[in-house]
């Protein structure tokens, strides 16, 4: 067996897994102490990029984030583990093909197609957090344009309008507006398209998501001059690996369960 043969069974073994999880486990419980001292540190993780977190909050604060940057190593590692160790179950049952038959074969690589797919998934949350947008307090006001972060697409708040609650039970919270209802104008290359967007119902424009966040005013009786709205504005570039992941991952349940459900139809005594 060559070096490189061996590096790759011991990266992928069963064994190293468990290390590997061990360490996680340790890791994250380590992390949870340091966050619940000192938790302003990981607060902009919630609206930062990942590497942008890790070269201001992270190299900044060594002594609280040490922990995270092991974290991402063994969880690199871990994913390299299970990479390693499916691609090679599944290379011996390929080249066991001859003694089995087709649905046979489908079946016992179908718990490795799953673990291909949670892989792909893993990595689509990790483009998502690295080279996605997230863009916090976009704050506008009717008629006032603005770029969409990382484009030169232009939106525009139009027509906004806001709707009350009427609780009968406690009155202090009458007349409280409770969701809000826009309409964004996007300008793109000298054209225009018109989304709606409300509370809980963000508006979608080329591979963008335009959430509202918070509004004004708060009350019916406000003044209506005060009217703006805050936008969370976010791009998630990892969309089509979560599709893929969640394909391939429904063709291995199947692949897996189809031959169950069919020995339990010609077998209904077992």
Known sequence: MSMISKML??????RFAVYLLL????????GSVCQNIE?????????LMLFDWLRTFGLENPSRTWWFFLLITVLLLLGINTFICTALRTAKIIGLRNHKS???MLFTLSPHIMHFAFLILMTGYFVLYTCGINSYNNIMKPGIQRHVPGSDIRMELREASFYPVDHSV????ND???DAKCTVVFFDDDKSDMRTAGLNRPCFYKGYSIHVA??????????PKDVWINFTIRKNAGIPLFIAGIIIFT?????????????????PDH
Do not use: Q, W
């Not at 486990?25 to 380590?30: G, N, S």
């Not at 938790?39 to 609206?47: D, E, H, R, Y």
């Not at 918070?214 to 003044?223: G, R, Y």
């Open 176 to 178: 409280l507006h409770v």
């Open 102 to 104: 087709i649905m046979a």
């Open 39 to 47: 938790p302003g540190i990981f607060v902009p993780l919630n609206s």
């Open 23 to 30: 360490c996680t486990a340790v890791l994250l419980f380590t």
């Open 251 to 267: 063709v291995g349940v199947l692949l897996y369960v189809t031959p169950v459900l069919s020995k339990r139809k010609t077998n």
């Open 9 to 14: 069974h011991a990266l992928g073994s069963i």
């Open 214 to 223: 918070d509004f004004n005013p708060k009350k019916a009786k406000s003044m």
């Open 170 to 173: 406690n009155e202090s919270l």
